[in-house]
Each structure stands twice: as C-alpha cells, then as structure tokens.
C-alpha cells in the first residue's frame, strides 16, 4: 500500500531559523515524490519535486530511500513560508494520481 | 492562459441527494484528476480522466462517478450523498503525454480552488 506520513500538523519557527518538515512515505517501488504547497487565501501548488532536484524559494528536499524520507528543507525561514506544506506521493496508478500527507501548517514568527 | 476552474464555490445538500461539481482545465491540459480532502486531512484520490476515458481510480464508491468532455472539461456526480461526503473537492489538470509516460516537464498538476460540499 501506497502512505505518506507527515509526523507533525503544527510547525512553528522564528524568521531566520532553520526548518524541516519531516515526509516518510511507504511504497514497494520506486516513487516520485512531491511537496505541494498552499499559501492562505490560495489555491494548492506544487513547489517542488525529487526528480527534478531543483530548489524553489530556497527550499530543497533530498529522497532517501533506505529511510524512506522526503523531508522538507530550509536554512533561514522567511514570514513568506507560512503556509500548508503537503508532501505528496505517485507510484503504482501513475505518475499524475497522488497519495498525499495529511499535512503540515507552518509558522514562521518575526 | 486560463487557470483551474471549480463551480460552484460551495453548496449544500441533504442526504440522500444527488450533486454534480464541475471543473474546467486549464488551456491545453488532457488530463483530470479529482480529489476529496476533509477537513484536516490532505487531498485523497478519487479518479481520473484521460481524453474521456476513466484512467484510474481510487478507494472510492462506484456512486462517486465523472465525465470528461470533448474540451477536457468535466464533472464529478455523487449519488446518494452521505454525511461522510462534506468535504472540499478538487479537481486538478494536466497534460500528459500517454498512460504510462513520467514526463517530468508536463506533468505538473495545477488545481483549481475547489468546491466546498456540506452534507446536512
């Protein structure tokens, strides 16, 4: 079965401050991982993806495979990041059929 | 171009009834996928659509059903609505080049702002 486990629903971090957000999925294969986001008053959107390791907004997130992870990095927090992180899996149905998180809201405080 | 439209924004219903949400892609997008997401809980797969045609399901009843149009617009109907069903419903569009193709540079799937559904 096809999970992806975001273990925290609250995050908060002060401006400035490192964050993770922690993603752990299960899938037998091999999957594609995604982190979404969704900023307040928007509509869900991708921020990035493991296959194309670019770093958006200065966030970058590494698959480990023999852990299992997707988390979610930055090295200096901005008041901008606050929003819903979802980390999102595709595998078995195809590439465009996502398993998602059940969600992480982060703060960031001035 | 034209981004991801849901209507209606929201509505209410009774159970037992019947509802028809729809979703227009976003310009040249052939694909749609719909979601459910309940309060607190990340988006959950309910079907897709690839030029018309079904392209998958999930773990969803069969009085959860959609359409796709010849202008890859579409509709997702519920029968026999249940209180379980109040949710947000998304809907998202991509283009995708064929079934089993990852194609990293067209895949990405922009959703729409979604209909709220409140089941009394």
């Known amino acids: 079965a096809q999970r992806v486990t975001q273990p925290e629903k609250l995050l908060s971090v002060f401006k400035g401050a490192p964050v993770e957000l922690k993603c752990n999925y299960s899938?037998?294969?091999?999957?594609?991982l995604f982190w979404y986001v969704q900023y307040s008053r928007q509509r869900l959107q991708l921020l990035l993806r493991?296959?194309s390791r670019e770093s958006i907004k200065g966030f970058t997130a590494d698959l480990n495979k023999g852990e299992t992870s997707f988390h979610l990095k930055k090295p200096f927090a901005q008041e901008e990041d606050s929003a819903m992180y979802y980390c999102?899996?595709?595998?078995?149905?195809?590439?465009?059929?996502?398993?998602f998180g059940q969600g992480t809201r982060l703060t960031i405080n001035p | 171009e034209t981004g991801v439209t849901q209507s209606p924004t929201h509505l209410i219903k009774t159970r037992g009834q019947q509802v028809t949400l729809r979703c227009s892609s976003q310009?040249?997008?052939?694909?749609v996928s719909w979601y459910q997401q309940a309060l607190g809980q990340g988006p959950q797969f309910i079907f897709q659509?690839?030029?018309?045609?079904?392209?998958g399901r999930g773990n969803f009843p069969p009085r959860f059903s959609g359409l796709q149009f010849p202008n890859y617009s579409s509709e997702l109907n519920v029968n026999a609505l249940e209180l379980d069903d109040s949710a947000l419903y998304l809907c998202?569009?991509?283009?995708?080049?064929?079934?089993?193709?990852?194609?990293?540079?067209?895949?990405?799937?922009?959703f729409g702002p979604g209909t709220r559904l409140t089941v009394l």
């Open positions: 310009s040249g997008h052939n694909t």
């Open positions: 899938y037998s294969g091999s999957p594609e």
């Open positions: 998202a569009s991509s283009l995708a080049r064929g079934l089993a193709a990852i194609d990293t540079s067209t895949d990405t799937q922009y």
């Open positions: 999102a899996l595709s595998g078995a149905m195809g590439a465009q059929k996502l398993v």
């Open positions: 659509y690839y030029r018309e045609e079904e392209n």
């Open positions: 493991h296959i």
